[in-house]
Every structure is written in structure tokens, then in C-alpha cells.
């Protein structure tokens, strides 16, 4: 799956924290514009009016992000055993 395109709940490390001051809190969502070997460029608006920056989040700067998606058709699987 790739984050691309999605609004994304991310959980921001130690070094996270000290690399971004822009970012008030250690969880926020964001949509991810790009995502590369660097790590994921986001969607970072600055207010009504202000123009869209992109920032990027390198990998190490988050150990945990969240995606919504929504539900496929149920897996099938072979049945095992006897009949």
C-alpha cells in the first residue's frame, strides 16, 4: 500500500520533534504528497490564502503512521482438512 494520496495520522519520534518545531504536537495528519527513498512529502497549508507547502518527513522523523482505507471483498481460502 502506498501512502501517497492518502490523509495520514503521523506519531513523530524524539528526533522528529526536534527536527520539525513547526509542528505543535507529536501526532497530526497530513496528506502525503510524494513518497520517496528520503521518506514521505507532505501537504503542510499554511492558512487561508497562504500557499500549499510541501515538507518532508524523513522515515527515521516517524515510527508509526495510520491510514484509513477502506475494505476489500473477503478473502478466500482453500479449505483444509477432510471431507
Do not use: C
Not at 500500500?1 to 507529536?26: C, D, Y
Amino acid at each position: 500500500m502506498t501512502l501517497t494520496g492518502n490523509i495520514v495520522r503521523f506519531r513523530l519520534s524524539p528526533e522528529g520533534r526536534a527536527a520539525l518545531p513547526q509542528f505543535p504536537t507529536e501526532a497530526f495528519e497530513a496528506e502525503v504528497l510524494h513518497e520517496d527513498e528520503l521518506g514521505v512529502w507532505i501537504s503542510a497549508a499554511g492558512g487561508s490564502g497562504q500557499p500549499i507547502r510541501a515538507v518532508l518527513l524523513k522515515w527515521h522523523y516517524f515510527p508509526t503512521a495510520e491510514v484509513d482505507f477502506p475494505p476489500g471483498p473477503p478473502e478466500t481460502r482453500a479449505r483444509a482438512g477432510f471431507r
